[in-house]
């Protein structure tokens, strides 16, 4: 690939690394980061596998011999489309400030519209806005804010009742193709990368006609109770009751459990009100989603 004007700075797709080395930058790109990552071995090889990421979708800037800066990017097909997400963007410290961000960021969008990429997307912390204004010049476009809620222990002493409404429940993984939820949210909501980490999906109908659905994570260990409930996407169709039975069921409302929202869209205007109503309060942590279509 070519190299860049700026130092002496070339770029190489990331399996051109061993996964210890790409490690090793990986943490060293997000060093005093607003929220630090700093994972282990096998949570950043698990990382690939859980999110869909490509080694060799993802770019790596060197200067000379060293790696000094990365984009980890996937690639899916929904609905016809194929849609890119860049799962993180980092640089070593003593590299930051030199305007690299933005060949770096040129670099991975030619990687991604080589295979045909239409809709790229990504993810950054509210608070960062220099990162936030480098995507912007690199022609993304915040689409939504995203929530963390989080409610914890009992909110409800007992679940609203069904009435004429029914409650289904199914594995994530057979969403998967349905325009039931939208193909262009954030990466890690979406039906085939939940399913990858035991994710299901609720829904309420009436009558034979679905009134709503989510998509939510549970952990717990056999035979005991419900640890912790993630919700990640709401569809509603402006019928309020039938979306608050079906968040009481979903998040069972009436059991000590931690319950939190991940990068979830505040565009789900019902939704939230619902959720906060309930008793679930806004956390530190926001982000946006944004979006480039080719």
Known sequence: MKASVDMNITYKIMSSLSFEDAHVLFNR????????MNLSFDAFVSRFGNTGLSPALSIVAYDGIEPIGFVLQGIKELDGQKISWNG???????????????????????????????????ESLSE??????LYERCGYKVEDNLLFLRGDNVLHSTLPSLEDYEILRMPAD?????????AIVPWQTEASSISKIGGEAMMI???GEIQGACLIRKKCEFGNKTESITLYQVMENGNEDA????????????????????NFLKGNGHAVSSLLASGFENTSVSQVFMTKFF
């Open 29 to 36: 790109g997000f060093e005093g980061y607003i929220i630090p």
């Open 88 to 122: 993180g963007t980092g640089i070593i410290p003593k590299y930051r400030g030199r305007k690299l961000g933005g060949s770096l960021m040129a670099e991975a969008e030619q990687l991604i519209k080589e295979q045909n990429v239409t809709v790229a997307t990504l």
């Open 128 to 133: 960062n806005k220099p990162a936030i204004a």
């Open 174 to 182: 057979q969403l998967i193709g349905s325009n039931l939820f939208p």
């Open 205 to 207: 109908s009436k009558d």
């Open 243 to 262: 979306l608050n039975k079906l968040l009481a069921h979903a998040l069972e409302y009436d059991q000590p459990v931690q319950r939190t929202t991940y």
